[in-house]
């Protein structure tokens, strides 16, 4: 099983508005990935969560701000977005290795598409 | 840096027709591994085929098959027998010894029926 599944599938908030994300996995993944994806561009990596622990943020503005409560699932808290936030947002997952980075192929999830008015 | 540069935007096949989606990398590191991903327009990133550098024989999966030239740094994808839903968007993707995928710009494919 392969599977990774994110909720919800669209979102719609103010630039007021406090929301969150969700992911989650049961392949015993060890590493998680929060990606941002335009239209008709490749996904950026914004976070990356190894063994429960944030082990790179690609420079991430604040109002994004993610959360591993376990190895089974990635949420990414939402605040204060701006319009040029609108994307779809992607997790992905990966075995992961003790110790250090590996570069284990990586399973996405069917993302949410976020729209910032 | 890494790149990978897919040369081709867009591309179209004809239904049960075989096509080549191109890829190309630059790297000095010595094992790496490379992906091709397609996201159809449910959006979902798919895995389609995995490359590890220290393997010479080109990795298949049913009807996608891979030409792995790594002398010359490139990484084609072979789709035979093309099938409707193999219309999608299609990254190659390159990773070496980290958590960071380098992605090209994508492929659109088109199936003609």
């Known amino acids: 099983d392969t599977e990774v599944t994110q909720t919800p599938k669209h979102l719609v908030m103010g630039m007021t508005n406090k929301k969150s994300l969700k992911c989650e996995q049961h392949m015993g993944h060890r590493a998680m990935y929060w990606y941002k994806q335009k239209a008709k561009k490749p996904p950026e990596l914004m976070f990356v969560y190894s063994y429960e622990k944030l082990s790179i943020n690609e420079s991430v503005p604040s109002r994004f701000s993610p959360e591993c409560p376990n190895s089974s699932l990635l949420n990414l808290h939402l605040h204060a977005l701006q319009p040029e936030d609108s994307a779809l947002y992607l997790c992905a997952s990966s075995q992961g290795v003790a110790g250090g980075p590996s570069t284990d192929t990586q399973y996405f999830g069917p993302g949410t598409r976020l729209t910032v008015l | 840096a890494q790149t990978v540069t897919q040369s081709q935007p867009e591309m179209s096949v004809q239904e049960a027709e075989t096509v080549t989606l191109s890829c190309t990398y630059d790297t000095s590191e010595s094992d790496y591994y490379l992906f091709w991903y397609k996201q159809p327009p449910s959006r979902q990133m798919i895995l389609v085929i995995r490359?590890?550098?220290?393997?010479?024989q080109n990795a298949t999966e049913n009807r996608f098959s891979v030409n792995f030239q790594k002398a010359a740094k490139s990484f084609s994808l072979k789709i035979s027998d093309s099938q409707l839903g193999d219309a999608a968007m299609y990254f190659c993707a390159y990773g070496a010894g980290s958590y960071q995928l380098t992605f090209g710009k994508g492929t659109k494919l088109s199936v003609i029926p």
């Open positions: 490359q590890e550098a220290y393997k010479q």
